[in-house]
């Protein structure tokens, strides 16, 4: 019976360690942008995905650049001269504990 308990207790942490991940990542908005994109498309789809365009802490503004992040990952979207998406990247932030991006 105690073996049980373990296993429920397990796979209960799994589900809502998933669950929190799957509502606050942003992957879906990130893949949501396209090559090629108009700059006013982006922002619409960084919007309806709950965040917005910015600069990061260690960034200058640049109008050029949109960048979002989530507790797991930095997005950087880079439009050409004509305003359309020429570059998309994302990079893992470095791990600060689960308790941190909790709370």
């Known amino acids: 019976m105690k073996n049980v308990a373990i ?9 809502v360690v998933w669950d929190f991940s799957s509502t606050t990542s942003k ?3 990130y893949d949501n942008v396209q090559l090629g994109m108009a700059a006013e498309q982006v922002y619409k789809v960084v919007s ?6 910015g600069a990061l802490p260690w960034q200058l503004p640049d109008p050029r650049v949109c960048s979002f992040e989530d507790p797991w990952r930095i997005y950087i979207v880079k439009f050409s001269s004509d305003g359309r998406v020429n570059h998309k990247s994302f990079s893992f932030r470095r791990s600060r504990g689960l308790l941190r991006h909790i709370f």
């Open 48 to 53: 309806d995905g709950g965040s917005s365009c």
């Open 27 to 29: 992957k879906r908005t």
């Open 7 to 15: 296993v429920g207790l397990v796979i209960l942490v799994v589900v």
